[in-house]
Every structure is written in C-alpha cells, then in structure tokens.
C-alpha cells in the first residue's frame, strides 16, 4: 500500500517537474489586476566535475529552422597514413572557427570516417546564402610565422608584424607534449628541412622578441623567442591549460597538415519552408491528438478518460525529455513522435479488452483490472521489442561505418524509440496507478 | 464467430492487392531519389500560379542552359520541384535567372539538394545492411520467442505480406505519379517490419495461451476464438496510429508526404495481415499436416 503511495506521488511530481521544463521561457499573465511576467529558469548545475547546463528550449533542425546541411570530401593524398586523423580534425576546428566568425550560432561540425574516406559534415542553421559560405569554409588554412618589423618598440600592435618567408608548408606536424622538469603540458612544432633553416634564421635575428602564428591573417599565439633554433623542433611553453595546449596544436597542424575539401552533399531548406513545416505539423499532431483522445473516451468510457489522462501525462514528459537531452527535432522526428503517441495508447487497449474479458466471465472490476495488467503485461513486451531493436538499427548509436548516419533517419528513430519507452512506462505505471487510485476512492463509496 | 469458414476468400483479397504491386515492381521497379542516384533537387516559388502546360517551357529554358533536367513537377500550389543532374548552387542561381526573365518574377529558393553519386552508391549499401539486420534481428526474436517452426514461419510470411504490399503500392505510384523512393521511405519500410510483427506477435500469444488452456478444442474453433477476442484491440490500436497518420497526411508539411503514406499503407496491411492472413495460415498449416497423417 505504501509502494502505491508512493508511486502516487511520484508520478504528480514527475508530471509537475515536466510541466515546469516544458514552459515556454516566458510567460506573460494578464489577469484583471494582475499583469507580470514569469520567468522560467534554465538549468545550471555544476557538481565537482560534472556540469549540466540546459537553456530548456526544443532544438530545431535544419529542415525545421531553415538552413544549410553540407558534406564536404576531405582530400588526404598529401597527407601521411598517421597524421590522417589529426589533419581532418584540424580541418574541422578550422571550419568551426571560420564559422564563428560568420557569425553563425549554434553551428555543427561533425567529422566523419568511412573506409579510406574522410569527411567534413557542417551544419549552418539560418544561413541560406550558401556560396559565399562555402567558399569562406572550403578555403585550406593558411599558416604564416611573422616578426616585429626591425623599428618597432614594445607597444607594438598587431600591424606591425610582417610576413616571414616561414609558412604552415615548412610545418610537419605539431603536437602536446609534456614539459620533463614541469609536469605542465607544451605545444611542439617540428619543421621540415627546409623549415628548420628558416626558423633557424628567424629565431636567430629575433633573439628576445615575439614571433607571432597568424592563421587565416589571425594571430594564433606569439611567443618570444629564448634562444635561436636549429635543430627544426621547438616548443612553445606558457601557462597552457591541456585543454589549451590541445587547441593550439590542432590549430597549428592546420597550417601543418592542410587538407583540401570539397562539397559533395548540400541540402539547403528556407526559412519559410521550415516555419510552415513547424505550424502544419503542430497543427496536425493536436488534431490527431485530440481525434485519438476522443476515440478513447467514446470507446472504453471512464477507462478511457484515465487513459487520457496518462496519455497526456506521457506528452508532456516526452517533450521534457526532447528539452533535456537535448533532442534536435526533426520533420521525420516529429513523425516518430506524432506516431509513437498513436501507439501509446496500445497497451492501454491491450490492458482494457483483457479486463472485459474477464468480466465477461464473472471476475468483480477490481480482479479484472489488476489480472488485466498482469496478463497483457507478456504481449505488450513482446510487441514493443520488435520497434526497439528497430530503432536501435536505425539510429546506429555507436556510428558504424556499414550503417546510416543520415540526421533525418536518426532523429525518427530517436523520438520513436523514446516514445516507445516511455509508453511502455506511463501505459502500464501510470495507467495503473491512476486506475487503482479512482478505483480504491470508488471502492470506499 | 466463424472467421475461418471465409479463410480463402482472405488470400484472395490479398493476392488482389499483392499481384498488381508484384509486377509493377518486376516490370518497372521502385524509382530511386537523389538520396540514391545523386543529382539536384530544386523546389522553388512563384508568386503566381505556374500551369502544367508550362513545364515543357521551363524544361527546354534550362536545357538550353546546358543543364540537365529530369522532371519537372508541381510542389504544393505555387512551387515547382526541378530534378536535374548534380549542379552547384551557382547554376542554380542561373537557372533562376532564367526562369526569372521568361515568367517576369524572380522564383524563391525553397529548397535546394545535392548529393554526390559516390554518396548515393554508398547509401545504397548502407541501406541493404540496414534491411540485412533489421530483419535478421526481427526473425531471430520471433524464432526465439516461438521455439516453433510453424508459428515463426507463418510471422514471417505475413511480414512479407506486408513489406510487399508496400513495395508493391510504391512502384505503382512511382510508374503513374513519379514517387521516388527516399532514405525516409526505407525507414519507413523497416519501421513497417517490425509494426507488423508486433501485432502478429499479440496474435499468435493468445492463441498459444488458449491452446494451454483448452487443449481438446480443434485448432480452427480456437482460431476463430482468438480472432473474435484479439480484432478489436488490433483494429482500435491501429485506428489511434491512422488518426495521427492521416491527421498528418491531410495538415502536415509537403516534405513527408510519402513518408506518411508509406506509414498509412503499411499500417493497414499490417492490421490485415495479423488476423486475415496470418492466423489462416496456421489453419491451413494445421490441415496439411492433419490430411499427411
């Protein structure tokens, strides 16, 4: 009884809870007298090393926000078998950072590996002006190492550094070290041949002076120089967080290791496109909600009104869940979503023909519930694993290479295979538990 | 009620349905997207309304342009859908133009698609494995779930059922009205697999409860049995997905269309398929067997 209880009290607060994160950021009450504005507050928890940070809004996809999805093909020929890796994610940092500068918000550069194919997938939502884009982002990096010019004095700016003749190409590779006597990490360069003679010039006539890292015509670091160089391998020492090393390695092995790109797969939605999208399949997903919600209550009565109840409850924790994740909804997605509410309902109808049944034959409406449960319990399992291992397929959780990893198909499969779950969870929990509680104040009249 | 009195009749509506959709898929096959082929999708607006008489017009604009055109369809009232080889989105800004000094309008981009051939190929590939597993997956949980060759085998045939119907409905639409066949349609197709066996499944569970339970009963008086007490939940469970199917296909966006008749069609060859097709099945099964012995 006290489990029953509970669970009681659990589902109000699970449902409240969700409420709460599924508010829209603001709302405004207007009320007679009464005129303010509610605030709801983002999450920011932060314990020990662990941080959860969520702003609580539903994250739109391209198709829906409008914008460009692009496939670029990286070019590795030039590029050694080990250093491979290291040159396509260079790559990607690269185009993040030139994306930043775009002024482009909540972009996404995703590498990816299939076979010997190296691949760049970038994400633009709300640009639609794609070509400028893609030059900006197809552009290789270009690495330049410049000086002070000879007059200048300590309050030197950024202007008065001058191109040497030393550029990424005389760069092999760089990488995080660990300084031996410190313990702290350091940024190593290791130059070509050709490159060791130059820096060694370099290093030799700015003896105490910076020599800055430009990347794309940006300064990327500017140590000063200690002691003139020749043996082509020099570190760059400093305060460097790992975190901070490994940046700067990734950036200067984009000058190191350039590898050329090109489109071979854009999509591009507008903007409009994608606001009807949202208002069509908003409107149509309440219709069908609300054609599935009167079936049930004109079909099975009071327990169908219950399990309208739980249905909604389900909603709402489902989009609870999109917002904490955080899932990118997609058209597709949204069709996992809307059909996975027309399936919910299924246990429930499992579970309430099984209770007919038995009092057809007799058993009083509480025995029938609680056997009802317990029995439909078996196919109601076996039904769903079927769609799960489906989804598992499809969303391909672990980015095998034989398998898809188009955007569109897993976010289907995503929200399908969490409606699924969660179905599971309010069709049978907390059906019952509503259930049981009208039947217990029932019972006592 | 004696459901299995009319059990031929069942396969004879299902081979109506199947036989069409079978040749169509033998003789003029499925018609693969862009996803598949590579090439260009352009969907762009006008203000005013274009006539289907215009298309040709539009198509010889372009071609002169040195590009080349697929198909020309409408898209929604004022939208136009442009297939072509791949091209980059300057010529499609070319194209533009064109249309733009022949219609006195400039058309608005509202989509535009390119995907590599390399890519389609490779989608191709991953797709089969996809289906491969899927359904590798969906038998071996039915063999296990049934330790039984006669039950599993007979799921199974009603999945095919299934599977073909929609193939089948999809070769014919694309033969008479150009729809192609998309990565959302093979996921709608695996989705469709494993729906199918999940009502076959709720089926099959009662009938095998009801054979522990009365043991003496003749296996088509239990069929009928099972069927009279497992048709409302199938078809009430399959009305609540096809209000929401058919809410989005008549209210939702252009862009998954298909993917929701895709949806529709295989929902309702399902909720067939579990009671008309695959508890017949195991009448029939049990009759062979009683005729051998």
């Known amino acids: 009884m006290r489990k029953r209880r509970f669970l009681l009290w659990f589902i109000v607060g699970l449902t409240l809870v969700s409420l ?28 020990g090393r662990f941080h959860f940070q969520r702003d609580l809004e539903i994250k739109k996809g391209i198709d829906l926000a409008g914008g460009t999805h692009l496939v670029f093909q990286a070019d590795m020929a030039g590029i050694k078998q080990e250093d491979k890796k290291a040159a396509l994610e260079s790559a990607a940092e690269n185009i993040q950072r030139r994306v930043d500068l775009f002024g482009v918000s909540e972009a996404i550069v995703q590498t990816s590996k299939l076979g010997e194919e190296y691949r760049l997938i970038v994400e633009l939502p709300g640009v639609e002006e794609t070509s400028q884009a893609i030059d900006l982002i197809g552009q290789t990096a270009q690495l330049d190492f410049k000086e002070l010019t000879p007059e200048a004095t300590a309050a030197a700016s950024l202007t008065d550094f001058l191109s040497t003749d030393l550029t990424g190409k005389d760069l092999a590779r760089s990488q995080v070290q660990f300084d031996p006597n410190t313990g702290e990490p350091v940024v190593s360069l290791k130059f070509s041949d050709e490159g060791a003679k130059k820096f060694s010039e370099i290093t030799g006539r700015n003896l105490g002076r910076p020599v800055a890292i430009f990347l794309d015509e940006l300064p990327v670091t500017i140590p000063q120089v200690k002691e003139q160089i020749t043996t082509g391998e020099a570190v760059i020492t400093g305060e460097f967080t790992l975190e901070q090393a490994k940046k700067l390695s990734v950036q ?36 069908g ?153 029932e019972a006592k009249r | 009620m004696n459901f299995m009195k009319f059990k031929w009749l069942y396969f004879v509506i299902s081979a109506l349905v199947l036989i069409p959709g079978i040749v169509s898929l033998v003789d003029y096959g499925l018609r693969p997207a862009i996803d598949f082929t590579g090439g260009t999708l352009l969907e762009l607006r006008f203000e005013k309304e274009i006539n289907m008489s215009e298309y040709g017009e539009i198509k010889k604009l372009i071609e002169e342009k040195d590009f080349e055109v697929s198909s020309v369809q409408s898209s929604g009232e004022e939208a136009i859908l442009l297939r072509l080889k791949p091209i980059t989105k300057d010529d499609a800004a070319t194209i533009k133009t064109v249309l733009a000094q022949n219609f006195e309008e400039m058309p608005e981009e509202v989509r535009f698609e390119t995907v590599g051939p390399t890519l389609g190929k490779e989608l191709l590939t991953k797709t089969l494995m996809a289906i491969v597993l899927a359904a590798g997956f969906i038998l071996a949980y039915v063999a296990w779930r049934f330790k039984n060759a006669k039950f599993g085998i007979c799921a199974i045939l009603a999945m095919f059922h299934d599977s073909f119907i929609l193939l089948g409905s999809f070769s014919l639409m694309g033969h008479f009205w150009g729809v192609e066949v998309n990565t959302l349609f093979v996921t709608a197709v695996l989705t469709i697999l494993s729906l199918s066996v999940h009502d076959t499944v709720v089926v099959y569970d009662r009938i095998r409860e009801s054979q522990r339970l009365l043991p003496d009963v003749p296996f088509e008086q239990l069929a009928n049995k099972t069927v009279t007490e497992t048709l409302p939940r199938n078809i009430n469970n399959s009305l609540t997905i096809i209000f929401m199917l058919l809410a989005l296909l008549l209210l939702g966006g252009e862009t998954i269309r298909w993917f929701v008749v895709a949806f529709l069609i295989g929902t309702i060859a399902g909720t067939y398929s579990s009671t008309f097709t695959a508890v017949p099945l195991l009448v029939v099964w049990e009759q062979l067997k009683a005729k051998k012995v």
Not at chain 1, 32 to 42: E, G, N, V
Not at chain 1, 265 to 270: D, F, V, Y
Request: aromatic share 8%; net charge positive.
């Open chain 1, 20 to 47: 709460l994160i599924d508010l829209p950021s603001q709302i405004q009450l207007k009320f007679l007298k009464i005129d303010k504005t509610f605030q709801r507050p983002a999450i920011n928890l932060a314990l």
């Open chain 1, 252 to 287: 200067l092995n984009a000058g190191a290791l350039p590898v050329p790109i090109k489109v071979i797969e854009q999509r591009n939605i507008g903007a409009t496109l994608g606001i009807q999208s949202i208002q069509k399949s908003v409107r149509a997903g309440l219709i």
């Open chain 1, 289 to 441: 909600l609300l054609m599935v919600i009167l079936f049930m209550a004109a079909y099975y009565g009071r327990l169908g009104i219950l399990a309208d109840l739980g249905l909604v409850i389900y909603g709402m924790i489902t989009l609870a869940l999109y917002k904490l994740i955080p899932v990118t909804l997609t058209l597709p997605g949204v069709a996992g979503f809307l059909l996975s509410v027309g399936m919910a309902v299924d246990s429930n109808i499992l579970i309430f023909e099984r209770m007919k049944e038995e009092m057809r034959v007799g058993k009083t409406r509480l025995l029938a519930m609680e056997l009802g449960f317990g029995r439909a319990w078996d196919s109601i399992r076996d039904a769903n694993v079927c769609t799960l291992i489906t989804c598992f397929i499809l969303f391909n959780p672990f980015d095998w290479s034989f398998l898809n990893t188009s955007g569109m198909v897993r976010g289907f499969a995503l929200t399908l295979g969490l409606g699924v779950l969660l179905s599971l969870f309010t069709g049978i929990v907390v059906t019952r538990t509503i259930l049981r509680t009208f039947s217990r104040s």
